[in-house]
């Protein structure tokens, strides 16, 4: 049976035509590309996706199937959409359970083969990331900026829970976070309490030692209950790390300012410097928007080798850091784990 065909069209009226493997189903969002060979099932259950259809610059994407959940990043899928070069229909792989279609059709996400992946993402690099939408269904998805809805809110847990067991406890403000940040601290023999995005966390019935602020999707400048929070946080010196939209929610609670990138930053290849010591990094990143303005007292942690952006803040004298990529990923073997443990050793915080 021959598979039917469907459509993506760009805000401009650019239309791109292709095979559809996925959910019949028609969808709108922000199109945007990831430039990583690997990885897809992390990708596509990261909650910083959320509201976004995904451009896969590797051409053959599906190859090595699905693994079960305890390998994604959150419990679903989390992309509005996907399109890819080549998508590869016959998985070879140990820990593969079903195929990228089915996934997608199962979880009502069109997935949709576009050949020339290589013009639609010079467009979004020339141009900047657009409003999009899959048309594969019987009927006509309209044009939705989901950047104007708090996507904090929707992909946030909606109760308290903790994880492993230590005498020292950090709290995740889960503004979309993923999970191998939780695996990362367990790890070194911290307590974790993962707390709703809207969580005062000053007004918790239980004792911690630090906050974690993570990843999430969308506008920073969505999630105002977040940053009035955080402010009370620093205020009373509890020692505080930010990684991905915490770093942009750390600044934003200070008095510091975020701006939006023309095509973000979405790969396992994004070089950041070290300015502490000129150590360069390899980093996976997953992000739309940057700090700007950098708030009173800190100072540029980290920036990127490819555009100068701000990577990361450091207070000068306080245990308030952040980073913008994901120290929890590996891109390669170690790469930047380590910034836990200056944290936490910042932080008073040993394991």
């Known amino acids: 049976m021959k598979n039917k065909k469907a459509k993506l069209i760009l805000k401009d009226g650019s239309t791109y035509e292709g095979e559809s493997f996925g ?86 996400v069109p997935l949709l083969q576009i050949k ?18 899959i048309n594969a269904g019987s009927k006509d ?32 403000i889960d503004c979309g976070e993923k999970r191998n940040m ?8 911290i307590k974790v309490v993962v707390v709703p995005f809207d969580t005062d966390v000053m007004e918790l019935d239980i004792s911690f030692d630090a906050v974690l602020i993570s990843n999430g999707p969308g506008d920073p400048k969505m999630a105002k209950t977040t ?25 934003l609670a200070l008095g510091g300012n975020t701006y939006k990138l023309k095509f973000g930053h979405r790969s396992q290849n994004q070089p950041v410097v070290n300015t502490e010591n000129g150590l360069a990094f390899l980093t996976t990143q997953n992000h739309g928007y940057a700090v700007g303005k950098i708030p009173k007292g800190f100072k540029t942690w980290f920036y990127n080798a490819n555009d100068n952006t701000n990577e990361g803040i450091i207070h ?21 784990d380590w910034v836990f443990d200056y944290f936490l050793k910042k932080a008073g915080v040993h394991a």
């Open 23 to 108: 959910a019949d189903v028609s969808i709108s969002g922000e199109v945007v590309f990831a430039t990583g060979m690997v990885g897809y099932p992390e990708a596509l259950t990261d909650p910083s996706f959320k509201g976004q259809i995904l451009v896969l610059t590797f051409p053959l994407i599906g190859n090595y199937g699905v693994p079960t959940e305890e390998s994604w990043e959150s419990d679903k899928l989390q992309i509005s959409g996907l399109i890819v070069s080549s998508y590869i229909d016959t998985p070879s792989h140990h820990a593969s359970v079903m195929t990228l279609a089915n996934w997608l059709k199962d979880s009502g």
């Open 116 to 133: 020339d992946t290589r013009l639609l993402t010079q467009k979004l690099r020339d141009e900047g990331v657009m409003l999009g939408k």
């Open 141 to 172: 998805a309209k044009f939705e900026d989901p950047n104007k809805r708090n996507l904090v809110a929707e992909v946030s847990t909606k109760e308290i829970t903790t994880y492993g067991s230590g005498n020292k406890t950090v709290v995740i």
């Open 182 to 189: 939780i695996r990362r601290l367990m790890a070194r023999e």
């Open 227 to 251: 940053i009035k929070n955080v402010k009370k946080i620093i205020k009373s010196n509890i020692p505080t790390f930010g990684i991905c939209l915490g770093n942009q929610i750390l600044s």
């Open 316 to 336: 000068e004298t306080l245990p308030f850091m952040s980073v913008q990529f994901h120290p929890e990923s590996s891109p390669g073997p170690l790469d930047t």
